[in-house]
Antibody, heavy 122, light 106 residues
Framework: EVKLLESGGGLVQPGGSLRLSCAVS????????MSWVRQAPGKGLEWVSA????????YNGDSVKGRFTISRDNSKNTLYLQMNSLRAEDTAIYYC???????????????WGQGTLVAVSS | SYELTQPPSVSVSPGQTASITCSGD??????AFWYQQKPGQSPVVVIY???KRPSGIPERFSGSNSGNTATLTISGTQAMDEADYSC?????????FGGGTKLTVL
């Protein structure tokens, strides 16, 4: 059974940092690209970042470029999102999602975690 | 940047056919994917590569993609289909989601 479990969310002040983790099981982690997708309260889905199965290639949405960094540790079956210079508009539920491809820049999301809430406020 | 446009809401009577559109420049040149999200739950893919159904998704869900518009069609809509639906595509190594459509079954 495929499982994705996010952690690390919480309340942080504007300008602060946070690191999200996503522990996965039930599939060969290194064979698949992964993404972070967020959803602000009452809003639609917004893709944040993707990383190839090997970790070699990363892709980022315009709204987080230069502030967020996606990474993975295939030995620990864990995906990360380092979020710096956080803004109020980064407040959202952050989902990790498994992609059906390994390359990182194609395909769809066949499994999603339950999400972790990040709130940026003073 | 590339944009996908969906109607904010669609209403349908039980047993009728619901159609949800997703518009983007030359969208037919890309694959369209559709996700269903119920309140408090994570999204679930219902259509991939324009018109393919993952295992476990009922046959009443179908998709098409032509010109600038992809369409998700739900035939014989049931009350359990009431949810938010979002389309997705890739453009220049980035994922684009539509704004989402709230489907109301009444």
């Amino acid at each position: 059974e495929v499982k994705l479990l996010e952690s690390g969310g919480g309340l942080v002040q504007p300008g602060g940092s946070l690191r999200l983790s996503c522990a996965v099981s039930g599939f060969t982690f290194s064979s698949y690209a992964m993404s972070w997708v967020r959803q602000a309260p009452g809003k639609g889905l917004e893709w944040v970042s993707a990383i190839s199965g090997s970790g070699t290639n990363t892709y980022n949405g315009d709204s987080v470029k230069g502030r967020f960094t996606i990474s993975r540790d295939n030995s620990k079956n864990t995906l990360y999102l380092q979020m710096n210079s956080l803004r109020a508009e980064d407040t959202a539920i952050y989902y990790c999602a498994k992609q059906v491809s390994g390359g990182g820049n194609s395909g769809y999301f066949d499994y999603w975690g339950q999400g972790t809430l990040v709130a940026v406020s003073s | 940047s590339y944009e996908l446009t969906q109607p904010p809401s669609v209403s349908v009577s039980p047993g009728q056919t619901a159609s949800i559109t997703c518009s983007g420049d030359k969208l037919a040149h890309k694959y369209a994917f559709w996700y269903q999200q119920k309140p408090g739950q994570s999204p679930v893919v219902v259509i991939y590569q324009d018109n393919k159904r993952p295992s476990g998704i009922p046959e009443r869900f179908s998709g098409s993609n032509s010109g600038n518009t992809a369409t998700l069609t739900i035939s014989g809509t049931q009350a359990m289909d009431e949810a938010d639906y979002s389309c997705q595509a890739w453009d220049s190594n980035t994922v684009v989601f539509g704004g989402g459509t709230k489907l109301t079954v009444l």
